[in-house]
């Protein structure tokens, strides 16, 4: 649960939060981290020192289930000469370190990031006679700010968030998300780390896909042209009946599609509901790479498995003339060490608690078929997979939300990969790579090529994409 009080009004179990005008004598009563993100606060919002303020009644670090502390509202005028209307200002606070006590993230340094290394920040539209901002951004920045607490999953610039509903939970056709750095909040150093600001950016359910289809940066720089699908600085409208393609028909042939086939698309991966099972011999067989046993209990994916899947997921592939898969590599990205708070989890960690086979010991495979599943929305990537990735010599790959399987597909001259033309289908424990031979097939080819390749239910709920949306690392240096 949550609260809306002004930022300088105390909480019921929680000590005030700083207020924004104290004196610098009496800063060092107030968590460093915070008052470090106040301070670029009150740069922009000089004349509003107490803005309303949504806070956790019990915070996370207290057991309570909001990992944001607290998110504060701004009335932002905007400038109507540069198309940019009166808008709420949202921002957020708990994703980077606020407190630096370990009370909820592990202090690493100052060097790098704090946290998780950034905070949410969210533009919406004022409506005409509206005297207050509504409340809904905070518990939807809360929703995502879940999401990366419980999978350790970070949020880069481009990347966008399938969330299968209206926003605000009205009718809208806003449904989804990008997200972008915010034209206004500066990276912040604070005494723990560095803290950026990436802002959500609502969007049509036509304009997400063509994010996954080319990239979320290319999308957002549409989106910036027009100004009622947000203009300069990307502000949500939830009224907006129209999708950019709409406004303007010409931006889906001259500016996607061509960007498409001469780019390709960024997006290297997304956690899916997805599984593979090989068809070349019984599975009841011991020797299965399904099922390796360590007496009892079924084998899972090293830790060497999950680092190299991670990289692919969250890095992507650099864009040069030799594509290599991310190496084996223990260190987590982003300069955060692998070794966390024992709270935590990554996101492609097993809830259960089999025994773990040494990388070393897990053989790679050669298979002679094997039989894909995909649900509906996970299905409808796969020309993205061919026309975006494999046919500009990219690899793409789904992780499965449900277990510990994954599917890499490759394209002839990734090194790294363990499917080669020779045998396009391999499996490394349960995770499959291949086949090279699909960035040589058109679309319609794609059910020949997989005549057991079926979707298998409907898009997934609005409940399972809240809690693990579909990621794309669409910026591979900053990711």
Not at 396 to 405: E, L, N, P, R, V
Request: aromatic share 8%.
């Amino acid at each position: 649960m949550a609260e809306l009080r002004p930022s300088g009004a105390p909480g019921p179990t929680a000590p005030p939060a700083p207020v924004p005008t104290a004196p610098p004598a009496f800063a060092s009563l107030f968590p460093p981290g915070l008052h470090a993100i106040y301070g670029e606060c009150r740069r922009l919002y000089p004349d509003q020192p107490n803005p309303l303020q949504v806070t956790a009644i019990v915070k996370y670090w207290l057991g309570g289930p909001d990992p944001l502390d607290y998110v504060s509202m701004y009335r932002n005028v905007g400038s109507p000469s540069a198309n940019i209307p009166e808008h709420w200002h949202y921002i957020s606070f708990g994703l980077s370190d606020l407190y630096g006590d370990n009370r909820v993230h592990e202090f690493t340094g100052t060097d790098g990031p704090s946290g998780f290394g950034f905070e949410l920040t969210f533009r919406l539209k004022r409506e005409t006679g509206e005297s207050a901002p509504p409340t809904w951004p905070a518990e939807l920045m809360q929703g995502l700010a879940r999401y990366v607490f419980q999978s350790e999953n970070t949020f880069c610039s481009g990347d966008h968030v399938s969330w299968h509903s209206p926003l605000d939970n009205s009718e809208s056709r806003i449904q989804h998300m990008l997200l972008t750095e915010d034209p206004q909040m500066q990276p912040v150093q604070t005494p723990f780390g560095v803290v950026t600001f990436l802002q959500i950016v609502g969007v049509c359910t036509e304009e997400l896909h063509s994010a996954q289809q080319w990239n979320g940066q290319g999308i957002l720089e549409l989106l910036r042209t027009v100004p009622v699908a947000g203009g300069p600085w990307l502000i949500t409208d939830m009224r907006r009946g129209e999708t950019i393609f709409e406004i303007d028909p010409h931006l889906q042939q001259e500016r996607v599609d061509k960007g498409i086939e001469t780019d390709g698309s960024n997006l290297s991966g997304v956690s899916a509901k997805c599984a593979w099972d090989d068809l070349s011999r019984p599975p009841e067989d011991d020797e299965d790479s399904r099922s390796i046993c360590i007496g009892t209990q079924p084998r899972r994916l090293s830790g060497k498995d999950t680092e190299q899947i991670r990289e692919t997921l969250r890095r992507g592939l650099e864009i040069n003339s030799k594509p290599v898969l991310p190496p084996i590599n223990p260190q987590r990205q982003n300069g955060l060490a692998h070794d966390r708070a024992p709270s935590r989890k990554d996101s492609l960690e097993s809830d259960s608690s089999t025994a773990i086979i040494p990388h070393e010991l897990i053989r790679t495979r050669q298979l002679e078929s094997v039989h894909l599943k995909f649900n509906q929305e996970s299905g409808a990537l796969i020309p993205l997979c061919l026309r975006g990735r494999l046919l500009h010599g990219r690899h793409f790959t789904y992780k499965s939300i449900t277990g510990d399987m994954a599917i890499t597909f490759v394209s002839t001259g990734v090194e790294g990969a363990f499917a080669t033309e020779e045998h396009p289908y391999a499996a490394h424990g349960p995770w499959l790579q291949g086949p090279s031979e699909l960035q040589e097939c058109q679309a319609p080819e794609l059910h020949r090529l997989f005549p057991q390749l079926h979707h298998k239910g409907d898009s997934v709920t609005q409940e399972s994409s809240q809690e693990l949306p579909h990621l794309g690392c669409l910026s591979p240096v900053s990711c």
